[in-house]
């Protein structure tokens, strides 16, 4: 069975050695192309060539590593979900620089339904959460129409792969 995925416009053809292959590589992205071979059944050549093409066809966007903040004394992961109104390009602009520019700022998306943007932070504690949450409302009030804050307590499930 083969999946297809978008990269822009383009769609790319995967079959089920590269699934796998993929979900290897995201359990651990450092695992030896002799193990992912010698798991997936396959020469690691053949594994090498497959994830050349993974990375040139744009499946595999990149390698990289996933850190427990907690571990370095971040324990506080927020998401806040933003409503805006009369936001001229030149605000919104000015808005999106401030969140892409934000250091604690780890995602920003623009969404669709009563909220237009979404804003992910990890803060150190309470205190810095607030910081964040007021210096966003205080900065940007005249813009925000509406807000809703959510604090996560724990994750039990995390994964790139849909399938």
């Not at 050695?17 to 997936?40: C, F, G, M, Q």
């Not at 936001?87 to 623009?110: G, I, M, P, Q, R």
Request: contains cysteine.
């Amino acid at each position: 069975m083969m999946k297809k995925y978008p990269k822009n416009s383009e769609i790319c053809r995967i079959d089920k050695k590269d699934i796998e292959i993929l979900r290897i590589l995201e359990e651990d992205a450092r695992t030896p192309l002799t193990e992912i071979a010698r798991k997936v059944k396959l020469s690691h050549e053949t594994v090498r060539y497959r994830l050349r093409k993974l990375v040139k066809s744009g499946v595999i966007e990149k390698f990289t590593i996933r850190i427990d903040k907690k571990k370095l004394g971040y324990n506080f992961y927020a998401v806040i979900m933003i409503a805006t109104w009369n936001c001229t390009k030149e605000k919104w602009e000015e808005f999106f620089d401030y969140l892409l520019k934000h250091k604690n700022v780890v995602s920003v998306e623009k969404i669709t339904g009563n909220y237009d943007v979404k804003i992910s932070f990890w803060a150190r504690d309470s205190e810095e959460f607030d910081s964040i949450s007021h210096s966003i409302k205080m900065r940007f009030s005249k813009i925000i129409k509406d807000w809703k804050s959510f604090v996560f307590v724990k994750q039990y499930k995390w994964k790139e792969l849909p399938f």
